[in-house]
Each structure stands twice: as structure tokens, then as C-alpha cells.
């Protein structure tokens, strides 16, 4: 059974741009959620997605955002980047038998 | 007060030795905990899952559960120095969705 896959695994971008990252869940979970992780503060929540709806979403600004097609793969979009940004992009995927969720091995994102 | 709270550490005990790793979160409706183990520059891979009052045993690993005292807990007997890593705490609301809030994680140094 394949898990989580995300794309790409590294980014380098620069202030002001915009990003698209991918997170493929494991066959039949419907639900994925993101989060940043950042050395200083941990896991953020960003957003949950279910069945193609936002069901929550983080504190993050409207910079932040993201969308789920009918395949349950999601992307996440930051657009004018900047340098705090820089964080590894996590993606969970849940909906099996339990409330467990299963990361993704994470977008390492650097904004320069 | 944060949601998850977790001691940073890092928590350095001898190889052959059992780490107690603890966790108290503030949301009495908090209905799911889980533990997962990040080793440095990896993302988080879920270790346990633990739903009820009570332990749950998996091997070397054993969650605890006590509600009441809103805390919870993992042991894990005889560490070996491949268990060096980053413990993190997440807990699920019961808002039938599927948005996790982590501590910040306790690191752990089993020493040979």
C-alpha cells in the first residue's frame, strides 16, 4: 500500500513568488491536512481538506491556501513569498479505520 | 497556556533504560492522542494511538491515557540509541474532523 507522497521534496524561491506544493494521500483517505513546521515554533495547522471542502483552517494569512480535486490529491499554494516562510511543509492524510494521521516525507521550502 | 504542552529536553537516558515521556494538553473534549517519533530532517511517523483511560502496550512502547488529569504518556522500555529522536504529542478534537494540534516535541538521547 503506497503512502503519502509529496512534490517536490526541496524548493528554493525567492521573496516575492509564488509556490505549489503537491501531497498525494494513501489510496482511500479522504482527508488531508498541511502543516509548517519551522524550528521555533513546531507543528502549525494550516488547513484540512475532506472530499474536495475546507473543513478547518489554521492562523495563517490569506497567503496561504490550498485546494482538493475529486482524487483526494491536494496542493497548497503560498503566494508572495517571504523569507519567513521558509519551513518544511508537512501533509497528513487520515480517513482509514482509525483517527490516525500519516505524514508525508515533507517540502523542504527555502525562500531567499 | 499552550494546547499540548511537552517538557523540550532533551531527556538523556542510558541504553537498556525505559524513557518516560509526558504530555498534558488543556482541552477537556480532547478525544484522540497520539505519539510520534521525528528523527532530525525526517518527518513525524506515528508511533501510537491511544483513544481510552488506561495503557496501551506495542512492543517496547506503551501509551498512557488518564483524562482526568487531562495528561498522557509514553514509556518506552529498554531505549536503544536508534530511539534518539523527537517525541511528539498530538491530540485530535472531537469535531469529527481531522485537525491535530502537536506540542512542541521532546527530545530524547538514548546514550551508549
Known amino acids: 500500500k503506497a503512502g503519502v507522497t509529496q512534490t517536490p521534496r526541496y524548493l528554493i524561491k525567492t521573496r516575492g513568488q509564488q509556490v505549489t506544493l503537491s501531497c498525494s494521500p494513501i489510496s482511500g483517505h479522504r482527508s488531508v491536512s498541511w502543516y509548517q513546521q519551522t524550528p521555533g515554533q513546531g507543528l502549525q495547522f494550516l488547513f484540512e481538506?475532506?472530499?474536495?471542502?475546507?473543513?478547518n483552517k489554521g492562523n495563517f494569512p490569506g497567503r496561504f491556501s490550498g485546494r482538493q480535486f475529486s482524487n483526494s490529491r491536494s496542493e497548497m499554494n503560498v503566494s508572495t513569498l517571504e523569507l519567513g516562510d521558509s519551513a518544511l511543509y508537512l501533509c497528513?492524510?487520515?480517513?482509514?479505520?482509525?483517527?490516525?494521521?500519516?505524514f508525508g516525507q515533507g517540502t523542504r521550502l527555502t525562500v531567499v | 497556556q499552550k494546547e499540548v504542552e511537552q517538557n523540550s529536553g532533551p531527556l538523556s537516558v542510558p541504553e537498556g533504560a525505559i524513557a518516560s515521556l509526558n504530555c498534558t494538553y488543556s482541552d477537556r473534549v480532547s478525544q484522540s492522542f497520539f505519539w510520534y517519533r521525528q528523527y532530525s530532517g525526517k518527518s513525524p511517523e506515528l508511533i501510537m494511538s491511544i483513544y481510552s483511560n488506561g495503557d496501551k502496550e506495542d512492543g517496547r512502547f506503551t501509551a498512557q491515557l488518564n483524562k482526568a488529569s487531562q495528561y498522557v504518556s509514553l514509556l518506552i522500555r529498554d531505549s536503544q540509541p536508534s530511539d534518539s529522536a523527537t517525541y511528539l504529542c498530538?491530540?485530535?478534537?472531537?469535531?469529527?474532523?481531522?485537525?491535530?494540534?502537536f506540542g512542541t516535541g521532546t527530545r530524547l538521547k538514548v546514550l551508549a
Open positions: 481538506y475532506f472530499s474536495e471542502t475546507q473543513r
Open positions: 498530538a491530540v485530535n478534537l472531537p469535531s469529527g474532523t481531522y485537525k491535530y494540534i
Open positions: 497528513a492524510s487520515s480517513g482509514g479505520t482509525g483517527a490516525e494521521a500519516f
